[in-house]
């Protein structure tokens, strides 16, 4: 079988037909969410790595446009990655995320699906589709950069603005209003897909 894998490649880039790339945490992967702070916090920001996830990206050289993607991230395996936070906010920071934003006791998934794919240049997609937080989906657009990789793997790298309010929340405020959290949230990653063998 590892004989039979470049020869899959070779034949797939000749043919131009799509295959299925599986992507899952690695060294060279990251998926993380940026929350930002207002007020007397203003210009600070709370990240949050994401350890668990998995997704496949159906994609054809010659009609990028029909690609499709299916990701699901596991809510549970966000870890606060902030150093500019007490040890006792930083818990309190963490069990917010966990509980109150994803309430991931009853939604232990964060899930997104593809529903168009539009190629914006050399190597750039605009990806449209929607994404599932709290049982709730609402349509978001990704900017994504795709690369070759030396093994034929494909990288995957990308931004989305995501809303609290889309998802029913409230950002959240302390010291009586003096410190805010702004609506809008950055989902930022670099994801590698390899392709499965036999991938249709």
């Known amino acids: 079988m ?3 894998a470049p020869l899959l490649l070779f034949a797939l880039a000749l043919s131009g037909a799509a295959a299925d790339y599986e992507i899952r945490p690695s060294p ?26 998995q ?13 499709r993607i ?10 606060c990655k902030d150093t500019w936070v007490s040890s006792k906010d930083f818990k309190k920071i963490q069990s917010a995320a966990l509980n109150d934003m994803m309430d991931v006791q009853k939604h232990p998934r964060l899930h997104f699906s593809s529903t168009r794919v539009v190629p914006a240049g050399s190597s750039q997609f605009d990806v449209e589709g929607l994404l599932t937080i709290r049982g709730i989906a609402k349509p978001v657009s990704v900017n994504v950069t795709m690369a070759e990789r030396p093994d034929g793997a494909l990288s995957f790298a990308g ?7 889309d998802y029913g929340l409230k950002p959240p405020s302390a010291a009586l209003g003096t410190i805010g959290t702004k609506n809008e949230m950055l989902v930022d990653f670099a994801l590698i897909g390899k392709l499965r063998n036999g991938g249709k």
Request: aromatic fraction near 12%; proline fraction near 2%.
């Open 159 to 165: 931004k989305a603005v995501v809303k609290l309010k």
């Open 70 to 79: 299916e990701f699901n991230v596991e809510g549970a395996s966000a870890v």
């Open 28 to 53: 060279d992967s990251r998926f993380a969410l940026e929350v930002y702070k207002t007020g007397l916090l203003s210009g600070k920001k709370h990240l949050f790595i994401f350890e668990t996830y």
């Open 55 to 67: 997704g496949v990206v159906h994609f054809g050289r010659e009609s990028p446009e029909r690609s």
């Open 2 to 4: 590892r004989r039979t």
